[in-house]
């Protein structure tokens, strides 16, 4: 795979300490051209949150960002891949909106 080849991957984050929101976010926020999209979602009964992030990225950008938020005390991350590389563009259509 050559280096400039990007992949869809999801991150699964699972907040456990509120206190890292603000990191969290800087974070999501310095790898935001490679974002998709992203879903919060509060989880009341057990005290957490959960936050999904949609990127289109290479390999290394995707790990590199999953484990900056794994190693934030009380966060956990997890990176699932796609299988293939993702298509050139924003993995977007043209006209689609």
Not at 5 to 17: C, K, L, P, Q
Request: no cysteine.
């Amino acid at each position: 795979m050559e280096e400039s080849s990007t992949r869809i991957a999801v991150i699964g984050i699972i907040i456990e300490d509120r206190r890292q929101a603000e990191k969290i976010n800087a974070l999501l926020h310095q790898y935001g051209s490679y974002v998709i999209g992203r879903m919060g979602l509060p989880y009341e009964k057990k005290q957490v949150n959960i936050i999904s992030v949609v990127l289109d990225a290479p390999m290394d950008v995707i790990s590199a960002l999953s484990g900056k938020l794994g190693r934030l005390p009380g966060v956990s991350s997890k990176a699932l891949y796609s299988k293939a590389p993702a298509a050139s563009g924003t993995g977007r259509e043209e006209g689609a909106g």
